[in-house]
């Protein structure tokens, strides 16, 4: 419940009246496990690095975000041209660049705390509770649930930065999104220490970013707005 309730209000609020913030969210899921096939890849070879798979995992993420915003960039006027002109203003409502990211990112964020925190429940089955020597008074499986839900707090707000900066070509957004991403993932290292103590550390890294994210997504790049079409909406849709 901590971890999902989140995407799922959201999820049933205000994507899934929409089929094609349906298909979005779907192809943001699938971007985040293409990226996780190839971070594996470089996981298995680098094993030994925490910190160099940590990298690869942040530089990963980030191109993931880009492709999609790239393909997505490219697609969206055509798929415009193929709809008959009635439809193409009611749709033109929900497909501004603003829902689609969001839409996507929060597919991308869902799948991602899905594994983030399957992992941990598929090596801890049974009835009793765990901890870290990192945390010895919380329960791994609390610990782990907020950072998930943080994460997956940051996906939609970190794939708009990155749409932003594409479509605008700002492309210091694509730096500062990945630096949020970074900070968290770092932080998260903390986790995985003998210290007693240093888990707070991986919770509070991962609370910054995520609010972060949506503080720099509100004040940096919502000012602006991202397309001619991202105030013509329709109500139902304005959580996205």
Not at 94 to 120: K, W
């Amino acid at each position: 419940m901590t971890t999902f309730s989140f995407p799922v209000v959201t999820f049933l609020l205000s994507v899934v009246k929409y089929p094609f913030l349906v298909l979005l969210y779907l192809a943001g899921a699938f971007f985040w496990i293409s990226g996780a096939l190839l971070k594996a890849s470089l996981w298995m070879a680098y094993q030994d690095s925490v910190w160099g798979t940590i990298v690869a995992g942040v530089i990963i993420d980030g191109g993931c975000r880009v492709l999609f915003a790239w393909t997505y960039l490219q697609i969206r006027p055509k798929l415009l041209l193929l709809i008959g002109e009635q439809q193409r203003a009611e749709i033109g409502k929900t497909m501004n660049y603003r829902s689609s990211s969001l839409a996507a990112g929060l597919g991308y964020g869902t799948i991602q705390a899905i594994t983030l925190y399957g992992l941990v429940l598929s090596e801890s089955t049974g009835p009793a509770t765990y901890y870290l020597a990192s945390c010895p008074n919380v329960s791994i499986f609390l610990l782990q649930s907020i950072v998930a839900l943080c994460f997956l707090i940051m996906a939609p707000f970190l794939q708009y930065a990155v749409m932003h900066a594409m479509y605008h070509q700002q492309f210091m957004h694509l730096i500062a999104g990945i630096g949020i991403h970074a900070f968290a993932a770092f932080c998260s290292v903390a986790a995985a220490t003998d210290t007693p103590g240093m888990c707070g550390i991986s919770v509070v890294g991962a609370l910054v970013a995520a609010i972060g994210s949506i503080v720099y997504s509100a004040c940096v790049l919502h000012r602006n707005g991202i397309d001619d079409t991202s105030s013509k909406y329709s109500t139902s849709a304005k959580l996205l």
